[in-house]
């Protein structure tokens, strides 16, 4: 484990708690309020009592310490090593995260020597310069309440202009890009817009809206239907994958299920591409919309595959 013991919920709480103490302004409910607050249930039983009792000779019986400060709890040299690697993410740079108190600390282990065989290979490309402009542009107007317009080239490869409300920034795992969910404000009211970062040529900051100003749409509910044989833990992983989306599983026989999954349609794109990655262990029974998706997904990930040997014979 990297982390200490330390850094668990009951060290942080009993530190919240000794916190107050130094600082004299500590009372015997406040205890139960901050573990109320940060601890789990049964910790109402156990710190208090140990504090009270004596058994943590932290606490006197008038809310005193006999600490002359604050605990603090620093972090360990592999801690921070690790906290460096996660930071040289080329994902999480796009955020700017600080560096401070790490600046002389090497990385636990390189990017490099990370290799993901589960997601498509042309992900987006973090260290383009206008990919990280474009994509500060947007954090910027999240936290600014702003308005953007912006520029992307569309499927069919046509330029299109678009002036939206930032909504959220949405990040695939299989796909390796992220997409921005916008709201677009029309006469037959708001809707969402939904673009690949990578499709974007500019984004530009317009004028500010009020907080709360623009409500987005109702969502869309859709249900998906398959039937999955129970091979590799594949049962398993079905429910790890789809762990936050309502669902329904019922069992045929040993080996295979019904899986009846509900989501949002703005959702339908990831929920495709993690259909597809499981292969012939889950089979699709309805809608049948969404069975014509994933042969239309298939046939263009053949017609790709033809493309890219017929470019290494060339070579």
Known sequence: MLFNEIYSSYFNVVADI????????????????????????????NIPSALKSQEWKLLSKDMETPLLSSPTM????????WMKALLENPRIKLFNPSLQGLEDV?????????????RYSDGDHYDDERYIE??????????????????FTGHTGQKIYRVCIPYKLEYSSKDDKFRLIGIVDSRGGNHFLTINLSRLKTVKLLGQYPSGEYRPPEPVMRELTVELVNERNCLERFMLHFSHFEKEAEKLDNTHYLVRLKYERDDETEI????????AKVKVLSPDRFISLIKERLEKQEKLNVFLQDKQKEL
Do not use: M
Request: with cysteine.
């Open 18 to 45: 000794l916190s107050r103490a130094c600082e004299g302004n500590l009372h015997e409910k406040d205890i139960n309020d901050i573990i109320t607050k940060k601890a789990f249930g049964e910790s109402v039983l």
């Open 74 to 81: 620093p972090l360990t040299k592999l801690q921070k090593q």
């Open 106 to 118: 090497e990385p636990l282990y390189k990017q490099e020597w990370i290799e993901y065989f589960d």
């Open 134 to 151: 474009n994509f500060q542009l947007i954090l910027q107007a999240f936290c600014e309440y702003r308005k953007i317009s912006v520029k």
């Open 272 to 279: 495709l591409i993690r259909i597809i990655s499981f292969g």
